[in-house]
């Protein structure tokens, strides 16, 4: 997809992407009446890999917070219409997370329905990303990454994302338990700019 083609976001305007399985999909920005079902896609996708501490499982349900506080996008089947991944991002020169600086995009919450797996669109979904924030002239796309996340992380190496170490800090969950989320950053190449 061309870079050129996206813009900032409204309802109504959709960007297609291709799928590994010659399937393809639209991202867009979700709609409120699609908020609970994004919100079990979510909890299914992350519950299929990980054990959910009961706050961060609430983090990953509000799906009506994030819509309305930020970007929440879905990734619909271009033939089906079927709801099969999310990603939240800041509104344009917002941060979402402590992470996030100035001339930076920051996402949370990637999500890919366990149906939907292999296909291609965690890739996807991370290379919108990557093209709003060329498209809104960010110079790097960062994001936070729970250290049980290999998967995701052997996704976001293969996508040019290198951990900033100097830039992880613990985190203390709502349910009391510290952790230390990976940071990830891809800086955007000037050539992507053009």
Known sequence: MSTSSIREPQTDVTHPY???DGGSVFIRIAQAHEYDALADLSEAAYEHDYDLPAGYRADIRATAERG???????AEDASTGQLLGTVTTPADGDNMSQLGQPGELDFRLLAVAPVARG???GEVLTTF???LAVARGNDRVVLN???EMVGAHRLYTKLGFERVIHREQDLV???GVVIRPLAFARELEPSIHA
Not at 68 to 74: D, I, M, R
């Open 68 to 74: 309305t506080e930020h970007q929440l996008w879905v």
């Open 129 to 131: 990303v990557c093209d």
């Open 173 to 175: 969950t709502d349910d």
């Open 119 to 121: 296909r291609g669109l």
């Open 145 to 147: 990454s729970g250290p």
């Open 18 to 20: 291709p799928l590994r």
